[in-house]
């Protein structure tokens, strides 16, 4: 099993199917969501509009309510009325949680203290293609009230978890998918936070928003300077053995291995 939808993953509310299309027009893939994007009230409607709305499955992933949350079984039974098989599964916290999602392709959405610590046994199941994160929810569930100081980083706590789910997303050689960035106006915090998660290894970014789609596929995509870059350090390394300076800098086979990335990147346009 593969996952490879693009770097801009955006939230739909499921009971809102006059939004489906447009989404689905606007970013790399649709996170249609069963779960926090619907209220109480209207579960049932958003089920039903899964079913009779349907949009390109290979394209597309259904957030489900979390399997404690007594809203599970119905989004199933929902699912199983359409051709949807990637599923996010929210609130994940362990294996035996992920198996209830037999014939899925799982997207493990990490977002309490108990779906941090046992992250790495999740992404070792195979069903799992990929991994999420969710800071709100996290910090939530420590009793916290923010997951960002007041200069708008990060708390420690916060980070610390992002880089656990990166690195057993890594571990595992499954995706990694960073956390929704909540102050839509500020496309440039956004665009900033997005880079950092390119560079750090994440393979995609998910959204709330349509207008934050194009600031995650630019930081995403390579520069112009960034591409000519690891072209001619690639260039360079064909006529040396081993480790060689190049533009000042020591390069060796993980520089080269990163600049390969860049380029791999660089190729898949959106």
């Not at 409607?45 to 599970?72: C, K, Q, Y």
């Not at 199941?125 to 969710?134: I, K, N, R, S």
């Not at 600031?215 to 081993?242: C, F, H, K, V």
């Amino acid at each position: 099993m593969s996952f490879d939808l693009g770097p801009a993953l955006l939230f739909c509310p499921a009971d809102r199917p006059d939004r489906f299309d447009k989404a689905a027009e606007r970013a790399d893939a649709v996170i249609l969501d069963l779960e926090d994007a619907v209220a109480a009230g209207d579960k049932a409607a958003a089920r039903e509009a899964l079913v009779a709305h349907p949009l390109d499955a290979a394209s597309t992933i259904v957030r489900v309510n979390s399997v404690d949350s007594g809203l599970f079984e119905d989004d199933l039974a929902a699912l199983a009325r359409t051709d949807y098989r990637r599923v996010m599964l929210a609130k994940t916290e362990s294996v035996a949680q992920v198996s209830r999602l037999d014939g899925f392709e799982v997207v493990a959405l990490c977002e309490t203290a108990t779906g941090i610590v046992n992250v790495a046994s999740i992404a070792a199941v195979p069903a799992v293609v990929a991994l999420m994160w969710g800071a709100e929810d996290l910090v939530a569930s420590l009793g916290g009230t923010s997951s960002r100081d007041e200069m708008g980083r990060y708390r420690a706590v916060a980070v610390h978890a992002r880089s656990s789910m990166l690195l057993a997303a890594g571990a595992a050689g499954k995706v990694a998918i960073d956390s929704v960035y909540v102050d839509i106006p500020d496309l440039p915090g956004l665009e900033r936070e997005a880079r950092d998660a390119r560079a750090s290894g994440f393979s995609a970014t998910a959204c709330i928003h349509p207008s934050q789609v194009p600031a995650i596929r630019s930081a995403y995509l390579p520069s112009a300077e960034e591409i000519a870059s690891a072209t001619a350090m690639l260039a360079a390394a064909e006529g040396e053995r081993g480790v060689f300076r190049f533009d000042g800098r020591m390069v060796d086979e993980p520089v080269l291995r990163h600049a390969r990335s860049l380029l791999a990147r660089a190729t898949r346009r959106p």
